[in-house]
Every structure is written in structure tokens, then in C-alpha cells.
């Protein structure tokens, strides 16, 4: 078994070939084109089993991944934080594309239990539209916090509160009142409202697109309490896929709910996490968060931890590690469900 590593850039991929225990032996650059990609492909034939691994940086990795994943070839997906330590610990100084490509590989050695990569589906189209949908929304966000100052200037104490500007008729009778003005502030103020407007029709778009596509992918998902279609599509798309993973401890560990370890001797403590998927562990916050706004198991489960000595944040960070768990679930039961309506189909064909 080699592993193969692979430090990506826009115009080069580096690849750098190492045994089992970490001995470097070959490396290959080639240009980031469909004809290098196959170069690559072609290049390690040779060497038996393989497998490779890919520093996890989305745009740079994808079409390479894409095109190993299409060709059978299996593929990792190497988180840059892993690097790191890598690098210090090899004998070579400095920083080049093939001590960051053996350092990729030697982190896969490191770690066996990285997730797998796959071709994408519709996971990656939900992560597509959901970025998308935020971006949108924090364009609208800025345009409103401008408009909200030509508004004091204008309307003098009269203007509308900053969470109704998303609000269809607040919308129109601002648009009524402001042709009631004259001036170069006026003028601004009116094209910052129609640019909200137009903004506001994207995202109620992107909002239904969102949804539509989630309630026949994930309807296990949505029945949980406090993950709507929006946050249901976020982990989703940012988890792509739970099969992936070996366990809901892995998925936890991944997505920064798993606590860290930090024990001597005979005492034994852990503290937060910090690494991970920082999306997810904001969506399982927003979660938890939701639920323990009404009575039920998620209130009772913090409770009872603080009466046990937990502050208020530790027990909540338990509980968000609970949900990974039934999140992971729940998506493990949705892809099976995907998988089971497609396979009469797959027959058929």
C-alpha cells in the first residue's frame, strides 16, 4: 500500500508517492488540467494498491478529486490543520509543493480514519445554494444598515425598525414615501431600497428552491425539533453525506461537538473543542438553542447536568454533542431511505 499526496494550486498539482511507513518515493508535478489529471492517473499504475490523499481546500481539490473518483481510485480528504505537524516534524526545512504534498501524504498515514471522498450529489448543490443564500443576505444586511442612515436623515425619527426592512409592505410604503423627497440622499436612499427589494425576491427564491429540495431528501431530518429546511440543507451540505463516516463519534469529532481530553494522572477532564467543521457546530448550536425554548427532553437533559455542577454553557455543549448523535442518525436514515426509492430504478435501467 503507497500513499500518494497531493498539494493543489490553480495552474500546478505536486504529488508526492510514499511507502506505508512514511519513506518518500517519487513525486511528480504536473499542470491543473484535464490532460495532467490523467498524466496523474496513468503515473502510479505501477505501484499496486494505493490510495490517495487530498489537502481538503474545496475549489482547488475538486475537479482533481472528481476525476480520480470517476477513474475507481480512492481518495481521502486531508484537513490543513494536520499538516502542520507534519511539516515540523519532517527532516527537510522550509516550505515547498512537495514538502507540503509528503507532508498531505504522511498526515494520511497518520490518521486511517479520514473520511472518504465521493462524488458529489446533491449534497454539493445544497451547500452551493445555502452559501449562496448567505452571501445574498449579507449583501441585503449592508445595504440596509446604509439605507437605515438616509432614513434618520429623511424620515427624522419616523423610520421603520431594522428587522422590518425584509418585510414586503414595509418595503412598498418606504418606496411610496420616498418619492415625497427630493435631493441626492433621496436618490441614494431609493436605490438602496430598490437593490433590498431585488435581493429580497433572490433569497425568498433561493428559500423555496432550498426547501423543495430538502423535504424529499431528508424528511427523517426535518422531524427533528428545531431544524427546519435551511438548517436541515446546511448539514447536509456541509456534512456531505454521513455514510461517510465510520461513526457518530467520528461525525462529532468532525464537526467540533466531540469534547478534547485533557487529563494527568488519576484526574480526568475534558474542554471544548475548537476544531471541525465550524458550520455544522454552529447549526447543532442553533439547534439546541431552539429546542430549549420550549419544555421537553433537550431542557430537562440540561437541567439535570447543571444540577450536577455543569455551568450553563457546559451543559449545553453536552447537549449539542447529543444532537450530533441523532443528527448523524437521522441523515444515516435518510440516505438509506434515498438509496432504497432509487434501487427499483437502478433495476429498471
Request: overall charge positive.
Amino acid at each position: 500500500m503507497v500513499i500518494i499526496g497531493a498539494d493543489l494550486h490553480k495552474r500546478s498539482h505536486t504529488v508526492v508517492v510514499v511507502h506505508e511507513h512514511g519513506r518518500r518515493l517519487a513525486e511528480r508535478t504536473v499542470a491543473a488540467t484535464p490532460a495532467g489529471h490523467l498524466t496523474l492517473m496513468r503515473w502510479p499504475e505501477g505501484l499496486g494498491e494505493r490510495r490517495w490523499a487530498l489537502e481538503d481546500s474545496r475549489q482547488l481539490s475538486r475537479r482533481l478529486e472528481r476525476d480520480l473518483l470517476t477513474a475507481g481510485e480512492t481518495v481521502v480528504r486531508v484537513p490543513p490543520k494536520l499538516m502542520a505537524g507534519a511539516r515540523r516534524s519532517g527532516r527537510e526545512p522550509g516550505k515547498s509543493d512537495p514538502i507540503d504534498a509528503l507532508a498531505v501524504a504522511r498526515a494520511a498515514l497518520r490518521e486511517p480514519d479520514l473520511p472518504v471522498a465521493r462524488l458529489d450529489g446533491i449534497e454539493r448543490d445544497l451547500r452551493l445554494l445555502v452559501d449562496h443564500r448567505e452571501s445574498l443576505v449579507r449583501q441585503r444586511t449592508a445595504e440596509q444598515n446604509r439605507l437605515r442612515w438616509h432614513l434618520h436623515e429623511l424620515l427624522r425619527g419616523e423610520e421603520p425598525s431594522p428587522r422590518s426592512l425584509t418585510r414586503r409592505h414595509v418595503l412598498d410604503a418606504l418606496e411610496a414615501r420616498l418619492v415625497e423627497f427630493e435631493g441626492t440622499v433621496a436618490r441614494i436612499a431609493a436605490d438602496q431600497l430598490t437593490r433590498i427589494c431585488e435581493l429580497t425576491s433572490m433569497i425568498d427564491r433561493l428559500e423555496r428552491e432550498i426547501a423543495d429540495l430538502v423535504v424529499d431528501r431528508a424528511p427523517t431530518l426535518l422531524a427533528l425539533h428545531g431544524c427546519g429546511p435551511l438548517m436541515a440543507a446546511k448539514l447536509i451540505g456541509e456534512s456531505a453525506g454521513a455514510s461517510r463516516f465510520r461513526s457518530a463519534a467520528a461525525f462529532a469529532r468532525h464537526n467540533g461537538s466531540a469534547p478534547v481530553p485533557v487529563w494527568s494522572g488519576n484526574t480526568t477532564r475534558h474542554r471544548l473543542s475548537r476544531g471541525g467543521n465550524r458550520q455544522l457546530n454552529a447549526a447543532l448550536h442553533r439547534i439546541a438553542v431552539t429546542q430549549l425554548q420550549r419544555p421537553g427532553r433537550s431542557r430537562d437533559y440540561v437541567a439535570k447536568r447543571m444540577a450536577a455542577g455543569n455551568t450553563k454553557t457546559e451543559a449545553i455543549r453536552a447537549l449539542r454533542r447529543r444532537i450530533s448523535d441523532e443528527v448523524f442518525r437521522r441523515m444515516l436514515r435518510d440516505e438509506d431511505l434515498q438509496t432504497a426509492s432509487q434501487a427499483p430504478l437502478m433495476i429498471a435501467a
